[in-house]
């Protein structure tokens, strides 16, 4: 482990120019962050550690912008601005690794309790891989000319942190960027490949929660009520068809009901159900036209079982949805070539787009756009990976709470990508 360590620490230090004091211990740092994992919004000790380690540096800080976040600036003459950002927070879930650094951290959630908490999406590598990434560059500051703008966003798991940073004024306040890029680890590639997917990669995020109304009664007696019970799986049913019969085939699209309560017992007829829904997309077309399907559908149900206006289920989006992430083709075509140069070209895949979300994406909807691109940083272990297909064994996803990246090599990839990268895109 030392060596490897060693190897690490003087890959990223390279030869000279760095100050002893600048040193920063990378697998120490993530170990840290991966132990004292923090909730969405509550990022406080996470955010105040790199906003020293970025001081210590010598880049211009900015704490508390948005929340916990810090914006970080390294003027290095005249040229482009390019925006590297990572995310901060950890999930309310108890970590099951075995690893010797596992969380056993608790923190109290929004609604009081206290929750286990842990890095299960891989941010302490993103915060990790972006130190490492500063310090690659400044290192070789002499390569490059222009400004770098370091963004460490807080609470991307609850989506508030990309808006937070936006409306506090990201954009306006600092050097507005030329290019925004960011990693995020990838649960089934293992560490020392990265991955790109030009276009939309990740899916538009809405809640939704639907109340059904009826009239309750005994439930020897349904002639005398209107039965929500029967009605939520009615709709249920119906909206089985927005995706396989009203959205074009080749859309993507997901609606996925995954709460339903209703009712106290056995011979009561509840006189509502409660549904909570999560619906993906890409486009703003179809996320309008499912959203207006759902409505379309649930007013008909109500309809057709003879209830009146007053009693037409009630909808709610939550209006602050995870936009849809859309990777500037031409850019990711740029990173993907310096991509090749950095790892080989046997290293850098081409993925398809997933329907999971990132709040990163908004950072590319600000007018005037700014071409922004997300990339899949590698993280499973190489022995594990070949070992699941072999075996053909799932891997833990990214939210799982056995969900374990190999620091080392992916930490090492991300740095030695995107270093070179963001100084190929500030040399051309
Ligand atoms: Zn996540
Ligand atoms: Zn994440």
């Excluded at 880049?59 to 003027?75: D, W």
């Excluded at 954009?171 to 790109?196: C, M, Q, T, Y």
């Excluded at 590319?364 to 997300?374: F, Y």
Aim: aromatic residues 8%.
């Amino acid at each position: 482990m030392k060596i490897i360590l060693s190897i690490l620490f003087i890959f990223i230090v390279s030869t000279s120019s760095l100050q002893a004091d600048n040193k920063v211990d990378l697998i120490n740092l993530y170990k840290e962050l991966h132990a004292n994992p923090e909730l969405s919004f509550k990022e406080e000790k996470t955010s105040n550690k790199l906003a020293n380690i970025l001081m210590s540096l010598g880049l211009e800080v900015t704490e508390n912008f948005g929340g916990y976040g810090v914006v970080a600036l390294f003027r290095n003459g005249e040229g482009k601005t390019i925006m590297l950002r990572a995310d901060m927070d950890g999930l309310p879930v108890e970590e099951l690794t075995g690893a010797p650094y596992a969380s056993r951290t608790k923190s109290v959630n929004q609604v009081g309790d206290e929750v286990f908490t842990m890095h299960a999406c891989g941010h302490d590598i993103h915060m990790t891989s972006l130190i490492g990434t500063v310090i690659n560059l400044l290192e070789k500051k002499d390569k490059w000319q222009g400004t770098l703008l370091i963004n460490l966003q807080p609470a991307e798991e609850v989506s508030g942190g990309a808006r937070n940073m936006i409306k506090e004024g990201i954009f306006e306040k600092f050097p507005r960027p030329d290019f925004n890029l960011a990693f995020h680890v990838s649960a089934n590639l293992p560490a020392g490949k990265v991955g790109f997917v030009p276009g939309w990669a990740m899916a538009n995020v809405d809640s939704m929660d639907i109340t059904i109304k009826g009239v309750g009664g005994h439930g020897a007696y349904p002639h005398t009520t209107k039965d929500p019970i029967v009605m939520a799986s009615q709709l249920i049913n119906n909206l089985q068809t927005i995706v396989s019969r009203e959205i074009a085939p080749i859309e993507a699209a997901v609606v996925t009901v995954g709460s339903i309560h209703g009712g106290t017992k056995h011979n009561v007829i509840p006189s509502e159900v409660r549904l909570q829904l999560t619906l993906r997309s890409y486009t703003d077309e179809v996320r309008n036209q499912t959203i207006s399907t759902i409505r379309r559908m649930a007013r008909g149900l109500a309809e057709a079982n003879g209830l009146s206006k007053e009693s037409y289920p009630e909808i709610t989006l939550k209006d602050e949805y995870t936009p849809a992430l859309f990777n500037n083709p031409e850019l990711t075509e740029k990173v993907r070539t310096s991509f090749e140069t950095a790892l080989g070209k046997e290293n850098v895949l081409k993925l398809s787009p997933v329907m999971g979300g990132e709040d990163f994406g908004m950072y590319g909807r600000v007018e005037p756009i700014i071409p922004t691109a997300l990339f899949w940083l590698g993280a499973v272990n190489k022995k594990v990976y070949d070992t699941s297909l072999r075996e053909n064994i799932g891997l833990p996803s990214l939210h799982s709470a056995y969900f374990l990246p190999d620091p080392e090599p992916t930490i090492s990839t991300g740095v030695k990508a995107m270093s070179t990268a963001i100084i190929d895109l500030y040399q051309n």
